[in-house]
C-alpha cells in the first residue's frame, strides 16, 4: 500500500500543501523548525487516528485558525480515501471515502512504521511506551485486538472507580465480581494475542538482526505479562484467564487499598535480550540502535505478513542518528519497495544511487516544493 497524495489544510505550521507522493521512496529535506516532523505526524494521524506527539488534538491546529484537515488518498488492493477533521469547537472527525466512520473503522485502512529519534528509546525506555507502540501495531492489522482493547480500557477505568468506592462500602463491593469476570475475559484474549504477535516479532528481528550483525549477534524478543518478571512460555487463553483469577484473588486486598486496578495486561512489558544478556541492563547504545533498527523492520515484516501489503515506512530525521548500519537499513526497506518517507535536514547521507528511483522535497516554512523525480543526485 501507499500514500497517493496527501493534502494539508491548517495543520500545524501548514496554510495549505498538497503533493503527490512517490510509491517507492520520498525524501523531504528542511532546515529545522520548518515542518519535517510535522508532515509524518499527519501521514502517522491518517494511519492512527491520533497523534504520537501530543494527546491535545488542538494543538494540531495551526495558530489562530478555527479547524485542520488532514486528506489522504491511499492505494491498495481496494484504494481509499482518508480524511481527519480537526475543529477548535466540536469533536474530531474521521471519514472514509468521504462518510464520517468511528476510529475502530478508520484505522486499518493504512498501516505504518514509524521510526524516530525517540525510538532509539524502546529498549531502555518506559514499558508504557513498550506496550504502546505494540498496540498501535498490532491494532493496525486487527480489528478484534482493536475492539478487545478498547473494551478492555473502559473495563479498567470502570473497574478502578468501583475500587476506589469499594473499601467500607458493601454495595460498590458486591459489584466487584461483574467487573472481574469482564476484565479476565478481555484480559485473556489481549494477552494470547500479545503473547503469539511478540513470537512473531521475536523471529523476524532475529533473522533481520543477524543480518545487520554480519551474524554476530542474536536478539530475541520476550512478551513479559504483568504477572512474570521474567520472560514466559506461550500460555493458551484458558491458562491466561487461570493467573489472571488466580492473581486478582492474591491482589485483591492491595488493589482495594490502592484503589486501583494492579492486575492485567496493561501492566505488560516487553523484554529484550542480545546474545541471551538483558539489552535493557547491557547493550550498548550502538546494540540498542541496531536492535531497534531489527525491531521496525520486523514490525514491517509482520504487518506485511497479516495483510499481505507492506505497511508505509515513516522515518523521521533518523539517517543523521545511524551510521554504518542505517543504510543497510534503507537498503532492506528499499528492496522491499515498501513506501518509504524520509526527512532530513541534508541530504549529504543518501548517495545517489539511492535517489536514483526517488522524489526529494524541499520543505520551507510550512510549504513544500518537489526538487524533482527520479535521477536527483546529492549536493557534494
Ligand atoms: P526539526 O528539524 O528541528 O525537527 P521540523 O522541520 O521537524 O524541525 P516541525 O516539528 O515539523 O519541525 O515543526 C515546524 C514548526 O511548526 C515549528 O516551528 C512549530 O513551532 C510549528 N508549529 C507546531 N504546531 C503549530 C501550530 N499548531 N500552528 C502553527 N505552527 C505550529
Ligand atoms: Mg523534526
Not at 493534502?7 to 521512496?25: C, D, K, M, S, W
Not at 520472560?231 to 487499598?257: C, G
Request: charged share 25%; glycine share 6%.
Amino acid at each position: 500500500m501507499w500514500i497517493k497524495r496527501l493534502q494539508l489544510t491548517n495543520f500545524r505550521n501548514y496554510p495549505t500543501a498538497e503533493i503527490g507522493l512517490h510509491p517507492v521512496l520520498n525524501v523531504f529535506v528542511g532546515d529545522n523548525a520548518q515542518g519535517k516532523t510535522n508532515l509524518l505526524e499527519a501521514m502517522y494521524i491518517l494511519a492512527v487516528s491520533k497523534s504520537y506527539r501530543t494527546g491535545r488534538e488542538l494543538e494540531l491546529v495551526r495558530h489562530s485558525e478555527a479547524a485542520a484537515q488532514v486528506h489522504g488518498r491511499v492505494e491498495r488492493s481496494a484504494d481509499v480515501d482518508l480524511a481527519v477533521l480537526i475543529a477548535r469547537e466540536g469533536p474530531k472527525k474521521l471519514l472514509v471515502n468521504g462518510k464520517a466512520t468511528t476510529a475502530n473503522h478508520f484505522v486499518g485502512r493504512l498501516s505504518v512504521v514509524l521510526f524516530t529519534p525517540d525510538s532509539l528509546q524502546l529498549i531502555k525506555g518506559s514499558p508504557s511506551d513498550r506496550r504502546r507502540l505494540l498496540d498501535i501495531q498490532i491494532c493496525q492489522t486487527d480489528a478484534v485486538y482493536r475492539s478487545n482493547l478498547l473494551k478492555y480500557q473502559r473495563v479498567v477505568r470502570q473497574r478502578n472507580q468501583v475500587l476506589k468506592t469499594a473499601a467500607g462500602n458493601r454495595a460498590a463491593l458486591k459489584q466487584l465480581p461483574v467487573w472481574d469476570a469482564q476484565l479476565v475475559d478481555l484480559a485473556c484474549r489481549i494477552m494470547r494475542r500479545r503473547q503469539e504477535v511478540v513470537q512473531r516479532l521475536s523471529d523476524f528481528a532475529a533473522a533481520i538482526h543477524s543480518k545487520l550483525t554480519g551474524e554476530k549477534e542474536n536478539l530475541r524478543i520476550f512478551y513479559r505479562p504483568f504477572f512474570q518478571g521474567s520472560s514466559s512460555s506461550a500460555l493458551s487463553q484458558s491458562e491466561y484467564r487461570a493467573v489472571i483469577l488466580e492473581q486478582l484473588q492474591k491482589e485483591r486486598f492491595l488493589e482495594l487499598q490502592r484503589g486501583h486496578t494492579l492486575v492485567g495486561p496493561h501492566r505488560d512489558d516487553l523484554g529484550f535480550t542480545i546474545n541471551g544478556q538483558d539489552a535493557r541492563v547491557y547493550a550498548s547504545q550502538g546494540q540498542q540502535r541496531t536492535a531497534v533498527l531489527a525491531y521496525k523492520l520486523a514490525e514491517m515484516e509482520l504487518m506485511r505478513s497479516e495483510t499481505e501489503e507492506y505497511p508505509v515506512v515513516l522515518l523521521d530525521d533518523v539517517m543523521s542518528e545511524l551510521d554504518h548500519a542505517r543504510r543497510r537499513f534503507l537498503v532492506e526497506i528499499l528492496n522491499k519497495r515498501a513506501q518509504t518517507i524520509i526527512t532530513t535536514t541534508h541530504l549529504g547521507s543518501f548517495t545517489p544511487d539511492i535517489l536514483s528511483d526517488a522524489a526529494v522535497f524541499k520543505i520551507e516554512a510550512g510549504a513544500i516544493a518537489e526538487r524533482g523525480h527520479g535521477d536527483v543526485s546529492a549536493p557534494r
